[in-house]
């Protein structure tokens, strides 16, 4: 301490000012402004040894409590804990705006009732603001020194009268640095300090103990929305979507609320005008509330103090158009990047809690992140755009390979990120990387057979594309293509075929007719053709593609391998097994030789060949090889990958078609359970399964739980896929025969009717499912001895599948045999 001036006379009236602003609501009385002082003689009395000083009943100066306060019993609770004993010190610390103040204060008032005195507040947010306080402390303990003694001298008897008594309550809000208060609490021996700080390192050097406070729940903070804006009676229109938007932030929240009392909006308009002008709401306040007290200005507090740390407001800036969801700090690493400098920012930005690092995550409040990209001032030298350019190049620089399945951890970790900034940025800003981005991403969609999202991302990427490289630049027809093969996948057949026939015209003219892309393209549309039950046009088309690839690629080139696979693929769903199965047992022949035993398409070629078999109804040679295929795939690709399910489920259905259905349910059994753990309840294949599981448990004779499962097949076919996704039609074909199967043809009859117009509107009058289901519909009729409806569909069902089928496709002939069982 330094050495005091000592006191003499003065002829001038005794006044001090003792005037500041509390954080929060209500007045504090303690000086906060240059004063002027001046100096009175003290009687002997006012210099007593401070610990003969007794404070004044209710020596109290909490600001005023907020009307509205919804409930902290948690945190209430710890502070009770951290604070209990002869000396506590509890710091609590958090994001600007989260409530800290008013934590403190809610607590601070109830000591008071409960008989706790002196209860002190003091601002605490400059070294000068905590003198003033305690100054004015010193002249709320012996009103007589008010008007004799100086600001250190005052600060320093409040010190020592602290230090000399226990059973007070002493209030530092917002605090900027340990080091500010360290003296004090080094001081105190007795008494209880609770501190607020935006600050979250180097609190555990002064022994105290930490609650960080985090944002309210859902209903909290609809709770606090609708007391402030509708006093007491929420607004449903919105509220949730509101509060989700602002992150549960009381302070946003509360900033929100008071706008909406006064302007009389629902909680969805208010909402509209956030998401329209973010920097304005976000800067806003209603009539007669502290123009200061803003999310935008509260924060602004926080970055001034990491103005020596530029690289915190670079990566601030990057970090702002992510997800709010945990993002993994390897991905802030690469190597144009200096980690060491990266490193310091993310402490310093954890110290401030503008992020959360949890583990190897980074978590930043969602709020934060609408704020940095809103405003374009906050960080001299850190621009938004470059802040946008950087996250995107450090998402694409992360994403793993899209078909391998041991990085999809990987993948779902960033698609929330990948999402937020789908999201955030604008298409026009889309850039080269931009698109590279967002057409991997839909990719991996598809791989996970989330067809809407990969159209969203694959329509995205094109738009960027075509913007930035032309429309008939490779990438940006590789990109059209790749949008085709998601419209086939989703089943729409009506936009992938014409954007396959115009991507392969594109690529002819500017690649030539030769290059690999426009071979791939080839491949692609006659797969499309297949898909829509065109074989008339696939075959001839497989086979040109066939012959070019060979000719152009050498008939030993993966590519070439491929054809020769989809040709065979082709002939069997034509029913043409004589020239399928040759050309099947060929292509496998070849890729064990070019490729190996154990590639994933020699696999492949192995599964394809055993479904062949079982097509010809040669079950001797096809159960064998898939117990092969499944064999090797479980050694060569893993128990869990998705081509190592799919033979389970075809070793099934073969064990099903063999008529061994105790084999058959248990192994369909576990794959379903297997699909829905490693690709999800909703996936494709997953609902394949437990497509395939109901028609088992149907075949066994369980119609109880083939009805409910196809039932629920269909409820999830229809969410996820949509009402008229090929996977969707059969699955309500299906039902209507566990209906049938059950007897009740009042139900069965009236969806196979649905299914069969459905089809033929989708799919057209001639494809081979369509015409399986009006077999089914016949069948229906019959079953219900109403000849007259089944004979004449059973005989157009019949001239139609000789026709586009031919008469040795084992459609053809079933439709005969149950047109000749009639008699």
């Given at each position: 301490?330094?050495?005091?001036?000592?006191?003499?006379p003065?002829?001038?009236?005794?006044?001090?000012?003792?005037?500041?602003?509390?954080?929060?609501?209500?007045?504090?009385?303690?000086?906060?402004?240059?004063?002027t002082f001046?100096?009175?003689?003290?009687?002997?009395e006012?210099?007593?040894?401070?610990?003969?000083v007794v404070a004044?009943?209710?020596?109290?100066?909490?600001?005023?409590?907020?009307q509205?306060?919804?409930?902290?019993?948690?945190?209430l609770?710890a502070?009770?804990?951290?604070?209990?004993?002869?000396?506590?010190?509890?710091v609590?610390?958090?994001?600007?705006?989260?409530?800290?103040?008013?934590?403190?204060a809610?607590?601070a008032?109830a000591?008071?009732?409960?008989?706790?005195?002196?209860?002190w507040?003091?601002?605490a947010?400059?070294?000068?603001a905590?003198?003033?306080?305690?100054?004015?402390?010193a002249?709320?303990?012996?009103?007589?020194?008010?008007?004799?003694?100086?600001?250190?001298?005052?600060?320093?008897?409040a010190?020592?009268w602290?230090?000399a008594?226990?059973?007070?309550?002493?209030?530092l809000?917002d605090?900027?640095d340990p080091?500010?208060?360290?003296?004090?609490?080094?001081?105190?021996?007795?008494?209880?300090?609770?501190?607020?700080?935006?600050?979250?390192?180097g609190?555990?050097?002064?022994?105290?103990?930490?609650?960080?406070?985090?944002?309210?729940?859902e209903?909290?903070a609809?709770?606090?929305?609708?007391?402030?804006?509708?006093?007491?009676?929420?607004?449903?229109?919105?509220?949730a979507?509101?509060?989700?938007?602002l992150?549960?932030?009381?302070?946003?929240?509360?900033?929100?609320?008071?706008?909406l009392?006064?302007?009389?909006?629902?909680?969805?308009?208010?909402?509209?005008?956030?998401?329209?002008?973010?920097?304005?709401m976000?800067?806003?306040t209603?009539r007669g509330?502290?123009?200061?007290?803003?999310i935008?200005?509260?924060?602004?507090?926080?970055l001034?103090?990491?103005?020596?740390?530029?690289?915190?407001?670079?990566l601030?800036?990057?970090?702002?158009w992510y997800?709010?969801?945990?993002?993994?700090?390897?991905?802030?690493?690469?190597?144009?990047?200096?980690?060491?400098d990266?490193?310091?920012?993310?402490?310093?930005?954890?110290?401030y809690?503008?992020?959360?690092?949890d583990?190897?995550?980074?978590?930043?409040?969602?709020?934060?992140?609408?704020v940095?990209?809103?405003?374009?001032?906050?960080?001299?030298?850190?621009d938004?755009?470059?802040?946008?350019?950087r996250?995107?190049?450090?998402?694409?620089k992360?994403?793993?390979?899209?078909?391998?399945?041991?990085q999809w951890?990987i993948?779902?970790?960033?698609?929330?990120?990948?999402?937020?900034?789908?999201?955030?940025?604008?298409?026009?800003?889309?850039s080269?990387?931009?698109?590279?981005?967002?057409?991997?991403?839909g990719?991996?969609?598809?791989?996970?057979?989330?067809?809407a999202?990969?159209?969203?991302?694959h329509?995205?990427?094109?738009?960027?594309?075509a913007?930035i490289?032309?429309?008939?630049?490779p990438?940006?027809l590789?990109?059209?293509?790749?949008?085709a093969?998601?419209?086939?996948s989703?089943?729409?057949?009506g936009?992938?075929i014409?954007?396959?026939?115009?991507?392969?015209?594109?690529?002819?003219?500017?690649?030539?007719?030769?290059?690999?892309?426009?071979?791939?393209?080839?491949?692609?549309?006659?797969?499309a053709?297949?898909?829509?039950g065109?074989?008339g046009?696939?075959?001839p088309?497989f086979?040109?593609?066939l012959?070019?690839?060979?000719?152009?690629?050498?008939a030993?080139?993966?590519?070439?391998?491929?054809s020769?696979?989809?040709?065979?693929?082709?002939y069997?769903?034509?029913?043409d097994?004589?020239?399928?199965?040759?050309?099947?047992?060929?292509?496998?022949?070849?890729?064990?030789r070019?490729?190996?035993?154990?590639?994933p398409?020699?696999?492949a070629?192995?599964?394809?060949l055993?479904s062949?078999y079982?097509?010809?109804?040669?079950?001797?040679?096809?159960?064998?090889?898939y117990?092969?295929?499944?064999?090797?795939r479980?050694?060569?690709?893993?128990a869990?990958?998705?081509?190592?399910?799919t033979?389970r489920n075809?070793?099934?259905y073969?064990y099903?078609?063999?008529?061994?259905?105790?084999?058959?349910?248990?192994?369909y059994e576990r794959?379903?359970?297997?699909?829905?753990r490693v690709?999800?309840a909703?996936?494709?294949?997953?609902?394949?399964s437990?497509?395939?599981?109901?028609?088992?448990y149907?075949?066994?004779?369980?119609?109880?739980?083939?009805?409910?499962?196809?039932?629920?097949?269909?409820e999830?076919?229809?969410?996820?896929?949509?009402?008229?996704?090929?996977?969707?039609?059969a699955?309500?074909?299906n039902?209507?025969?566990?209906?049938r199967s059950a007897?009740?043809?009042?139900?069965?009859?009236?969806?196979?009717?649905?299914?069969l117009?459905?089809?033929?509107?989708?799919?057209?009058?001639?494809?081979?499912?369509?015409l399986t289901?009006?077999n089914?519909?016949?069948?229906?009729?019959?079953?219900a001895g109403?000849?007259?409806?089944?004979?004449?569909?059973y005989?157009q069902?019949l001239?139609?599948a000789?026709?586009?089928l031919?008469?040795?496709?084992?459609?053809?002939?079933?439709?005969?045999?149950?047109l000749?069982?009639?008699?």
């Amino acid at each position: 301490m330094s050495e005091q001036e000592e006191m003499g006379p003065s002829t001038a009236s005794p006044v001090i000012n003792l005037m500041a602003t509390a954080s929060g609501q209500g007045r504090v009385y303690q000086a906060g402004r240059d004063q002027t002082f001046h100096q009175a003689i003290l009687q002997a009395e006012a210099l007593r040894p401070v610990d003969q000083v007794v404070a004044p009943p209710h020596l109290v100066n909490v600001p005023a409590q907020a009307q509205v306060f919804v409930s902290r019993d948690r945190e209430l609770a710890a502070l009770d804990q951290g604070l209990a004993g002869t000396r506590a010190v509890v710091v609590v610390h958090g994001l600007g705006g989260i409530g800290k103040s008013t934590l403190a204060a809610r607590y601070a008032a109830a000591r008071a009732q409960a008989g706790i005195n002196p209860v002190w507040w003091i601002t605490a947010d400059t070294p000068g603001a905590i003198e003033a306080g305690l100054a004015a402390l010193a002249a709320g303990l012996q009103p007589e020194l008010r008007a004799a003694a100086p600001l250190p001298v005052l600060a320093e008897r409040a010190t020592a009268w602290l230090a000399a008594h226990a059973g007070w309550l002493l209030v530092l809000d917002d605090v900027a640095d340990p080091g500010d208060v360290r003296p004090l609490l080094e001081r105190i021996s007795a008494g209880q300090v609770l501190v607020t700080s935006r600050l979250a390192e180097g609190w555990h050097r002064l022994g105290a103990n930490e609650l960080r406070l985090d944002v309210l729940d859902e209903q909290e903070a609809i709770e606090l929305l609708a007391g402030i804006s509708a006093d007491g009676q929420p607004s449903a229109d919105g509220a949730a979507e509101l509060v989700r938007e602002l992150g549960y932030l009381p302070l946003a929240v509360k900033q929100a609320a008071a706008y909406l009392h006064q302007a009389r909006l629902s909680p969805r308009a208010y909402l509209g005008l956030l998401r329209e002008q973010p920097a304005v709401m976000y800067d806003r306040t209603a009539r007669g509330a502290d123009a200061e007290r803003t999310i935008a200005r509260i924060w602004r507090l926080t970055l001034d103090r990491l103005a020596d740390t530029p690289s915190a407001g670079q990566l601030l800036r990057v970090l702002a158009w992510y997800g709010a969801e945990p993002l993994p700090r390897t991905l802030l690493d690469s190597p144009d990047t200096d980690t060491p400098d990266v490193r310091h920012a993310l402490d310093e930005l954890a110290a401030y809690n503008m992020i959360t690092l949890d583990g190897a995550a980074v978590i930043v409040h969602p709020l934060v992140q609408a704020v940095v990209r809103s405003f374009p001032d906050l960080f001299p030298g850190a621009d938004i755009t470059n802040g946008l350019r950087r996250a995107t190049e450090l998402l694409d620089k992360a994403i793993p390979p899209v078909y391998a399945p041991v990085q999809w951890p990987i993948w779902r970790m960033l698609v929330p990120h990948i999402a937020a900034l789908a999201q955030h940025a604008q298409p026009e800003t889309d850039s080269n990387i931009t698109a590279h981005l967002f057409n991997q991403t839909g990719l991996f969609f598809m791989s996970q057979g989330a067809f809407a999202l990969s159209i969203r991302y694959h329509q995205r990427a094109l738009t960027a594309y075509a913007r930035i490289l032309t429309s008939d630049h490779p990438d940006t027809l590789t990109s059209r293509n790749n949008l085709a093969s998601a419209y086939q996948s989703a089943g729409d057949l009506g936009r992938a075929i014409p954007l396959f026939e115009a991507t392969l015209a594109e690529r002819e003219r500017v690649l030539g007719a030769d290059h690999p892309d426009a071979l791939a393209s080839r491949n692609n549309l006659a797969s499309a053709y297949q898909s829509a039950g065109d074989l008339g046009r696939a075959i001839p088309l497989f086979e040109a593609t066939l012959a070019e690839r060979e000719r152009v690629l050498g008939a030993d080139h993966p590519g070439t391998l491929t054809s020769r696979n989809n040709l065979a693929y082709a002939y069997e769903s034509a029913g043409d097994l004589g020239r399928a199965i040759p050309l099947f047992e060929a292509t496998l022949a070849e890729r064990e030789r070019v490729l190996g035993a154990d590639h994933p398409d020699t696999l492949a070629s192995r599964n394809n060949l055993a479904s062949a078999y079982q097509s010809a109804g040669d079950l001797g040679r096809a159960i064998p090889l898939y117990e092969q295929t499944l064999a090797e795939r479980e050694r060569v690709l893993g128990a869990d990958h998705p081509d190592t399910l799919t033979s389970r489920n075809n070793l099934a259905y073969a064990y099903e078609s063999a008529g061994d259905l105790r084999r058959a349910i248990p192994l369909y059994e576990r794959t379903l359970a297997e699909r829905e753990r490693v690709l999800g309840a909703d996936h494709p294949d997953t609902l394949t399964s437990r497509n395939n599981l109901a028609y088992a448990y149907r075949a066994a004779g369980d119609l109880g739980r083939a009805i409910s499962l196809s039932e629920r097949t269909l409820e999830d076919c229809e969410r996820v896929l949509g009402i008229d996704h090929p996977d969707t039609l059969a699955s309500r074909n299906n039902l209507a025969g566990a209906y049938r199967s059950a007897g009740d043809l009042g139900r069965a009859i009236p969806l196979y009717e649905q299914t069969l117009a459905d089809m033929e509107r989708v799919l057209g009058a001639g494809h081979p499912s369509t015409l399986t289901s009006r077999n089914n519909l016949a069948g229906a009729y019959m079953s219900a001895g109403d000849l007259g409806r089944a004979i004449p569909l059973y005989e157009q069902t019949l001239a139609d599948a000789e026709r586009v089928l031919g008469l040795d496709h084992p459609l053809t002939k079933a439709v005969q045999a149950n047109l000749s069982s009639i008699g």
